[in-house]
């Protein structure tokens, strides 16, 4: 079973922990992993995007000019696509580009991550995300007193109103809530720094 050891926020060991091998010791799996971002991503597109076809533009419908004996090219109406102004053929519609991911997969794909985090070091485990502040100069010193270099996932196990707003002004730094934890920000930041109760927390709910 991994073992973890657990630091206090000026980066003594205090303690270990045992980790769960079905999730952060399970194989990791790229492919599962790919699939579970690619449908994160789809599923926050707006889906936005909108034309109008030749019925929906403004302008007269009458001919233009008879059909026969101008000389000119055949035309029917001004909202005709083949001139400037006119409708859009296939264009673009608002439309929803979520589809259906298996809730098997979709925890699969975080324990394969929540997995290769540990085994390369990227997985920090902190006693509490007790700062007592929500200054953002002291969130950095805690950063530099763990030693986290690089882009920084951090996650409570429960609302952490200080931690959050520390961390709103830091680029590199990102703290969710435990609830949104998503396949998407664990493979985009190097490290992820939970606390003990949050560790066990998602021990719990993965292990499903």
Excluded at 78 to 87: A, C, S
Excluded at 200 to 206: D, G, N
């Amino acid at each position: 079973m991994p073992v973890a050891k657990i630091y206090s926020l000026t980066n003594q060991e205090v303690g270990e922990i045992e980790l769960n091998e079905q999730v952060f010791g399970a194989p990791v799996n790229k492919h599962l992993m790919w699939e579970a971002v690619n449908h994160f991503l789809a599923a926050g597109r707006a889906g936005t995007a909108s034309t109008k076809t030749r019925g929906e533009v403004s302008g007269s419908g009458r001919k233009l000019w008879k059909q026969k004996g101008t000389g000119r090219a055949r035309v029917g109406d001004i909202r005709t696509p083949k001139w400037r102004g006119g409708g859009i053929v296939h264009g673009p519609k608002p439309r929803d580009f979520n589809y259906a991911f298996p809730k098997k997969k979709r925890r699969g794909a975080l324990r394969s991550a929540l997995s290769s985090k540990f085994a390369n070091g990227g997985l920090k485990i902190v006693d509490a995300w007790e700062i007592g502040t929500h200054k953002t100069k002291t969130l950095i010193q805690t950063m530099d007193n763990l030693q986290l270099k690089g882009r920084s996932l951090v996650i409570d196990h429960q609302e952490n109103v200080n931690l959050q707003r520390a961390s709103n002004n830091l680029p590199n730094v990102k703290c969710v809530a435990l609830l949104a934890l998503n396949i998407h920000d664990l493979l985009k930041y190097e490290n992820l720094v939970l606390s003990k109760d949050a560790a066990l927390q998602i021990q719990e709910v993965l292990n499903k």
